[in-house]
């Protein structure tokens, strides 16, 4: 099986990427032993947040900025792949910025029929382009012409946008214009990112797409469990980790431990009852048929990673925030990050308590400071060393 991190524009961005392909099991953690691993933080690739094109092709720039892996041969600092993803409704410019994103040395291209922003769909771009099939296909047949047969090019769509009656054609769409690998957010646009996600409906898209090009099921995997039974009702070996990685950095870790160990075991009878039924969400559409995830965070088993190596994380990723964020918008990415890793985190939950009302990136430091060098004190390390030993400088 393959584990993806997904794009997360705002939120998962290039320092959570650098950061969270940097965890690793605890020296001492047993589950690590014996598994597998394609890169020593489970992960396989990322895809980066989008790069919207809109009328003219970009400066080289514009696509560093936001994927500064490829001044680092597209990977991460830590060895993970990456790759970029354009976002346009215009055929001839997203072309023209795929051959520019693919000769900058992106492992791939993806292109993004999902984003539910109204402006962007204003514009025709995003989820919108699921209401027209022939105008997916244009997009993706364009970018695959115009880029050397080398290049991967992958697609990630939700199933619809007001609803998925069009999801197979869709698919198919991508299918005819040579994508490789599709990567399906198992909602419609008008689910936003409310549970469940139609896992099962994914399987009719892959019922149709040819056995040889992968899909990826994506949406509401918080835990190894749901990862199991994302693969079981969606027929997908492949995964792709959103929030619940953000949520639980040791997530991929945690999903190739017991994967791997359980030879892909169907999901428990035990496993099946606790999957709560929902009402239809969208009337005449076909996703009320489908098996939804569990709605319960509370639910979920304890994060994989202990609380004190999420803590050995923060320091490098405040570095990165420091460095590229603007002052103002810094503590609102910290909270960001605490605000999903309350989910599976009591201590998160009381630091964003504490720091929820305050904008003062300095008092974000200065909490920071004081949880890392209280955690550090045993290790013997300063925030400094930790900062050093993180960033190898
Ligand atoms: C804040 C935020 C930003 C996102 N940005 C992107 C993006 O840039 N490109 C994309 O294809 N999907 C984007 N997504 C969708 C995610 O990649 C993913 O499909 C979605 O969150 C469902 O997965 P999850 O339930 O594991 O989080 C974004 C989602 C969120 C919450």
Not at 54 to 72: A, G, H, T, Y
Not at 285 to 293: D, G, K, M, N, W
Request: charged share 20%; net charge positive.
């Amino acid at each position: 099986m393959r584990i993806v991190l997904a794009p997360m524009e705002g939120l998962l961005d290039f320092a959570l990427r650098d950061t969270l392909t940097r965890v690793r099991w605890p020296a001492d953690a047993a589950p690590a032993q014996g598994v597998a691993l394609p890169h020593p933080s489970g992960l396989d690739h990322c895809v980066a947040e989008f790069i919207r094109i809109s009328d003219r092709v970009l400066p080289p720039r514009s696509f560093v900025r936001v994927m500064p892996e490829l001044l680092n041969g597209g990977y991460t600092a830590s060895g993970v792949p990456v790759r970029g993803q354009l976002l346009g409704s215009d055929p001839e410019m997203m072309a023209a910025n795929a051959q520019r994103l693919a000769a900058l040395g992106s492992h791939g291209v993806d292109l993004n029929f999902g984003c539910p922003a109204q402006v962007v769909n204003r514009h025709g771009g995003g989820a919108s382009l699921l209401k027209e099939p022939d105008r997916v296909y244009a997009v993706a047949h364009a970018v695959r012409q115009a880029v050397p047969s080398k290049v991967l090019v992958s697609a990630k769509m939700r199933l619809g946008f007001d609803d998925d009656r069009l999801a197979e054609d869709c698919a198919l769409a991508l299918v005819a214009a040579g994508v490789a690998e599709i990567v399906v957010h198992a909602r419609t646009k008008a689910h936003g990112y409310r549970p469940p996600a139609y896992w099962a409906r994914v399987a009719d898209l892959r019922a149709v797409i040819p056995a040889h090009i992968p899909v990826i099921v994506n949406g509401e995997i918080w835990c190894d469990a749901d990862a199991r039974r994302a693969q079981a009702a969606s027929g997908c070996r492949d995964v792709m980790l959103g929030r619940g990685m953000v949520a639980d950095p040791g997530l991929a870790l945690a999903i190739r431990a017991h994967l791997e160990q359980k030879s892909h075991q169907a999901p428990t009878l035990k496993e099946k009852i606790a999957i709560p039924q929902q009402g239809l969400e969208i009337v005449g559409s076909r996703v009320s048929a489908c098996q939804p995830a569990h709605l319960d965070a509370l639910a979920l088993p304890p994060a994989v990673l202990p609380w004190a190596e999420v803590l050995t994380l923060l320091p490098g990723f405040w570095q990165w925030v420091t460095q590229r964020v603007e002052r103002r918008h810094r503590a609102g990415r910290l909270k960001q990050w605490l605000n999903l890793l309350r989910r599976r985190y009591p201590e998160a939950q009381v630091a964003f308590d504490g720091l929820r009302l305050s904008n003062d990136h300095r008092l974000v430091e200065a909490w920071l400071h004081a949880q890392v060098e209280h955690s550090d004190e045993e290790r013997g390390l300063d925030f400094k060393t930790q900062h050093m030993k993180t960033h190898g400088t």
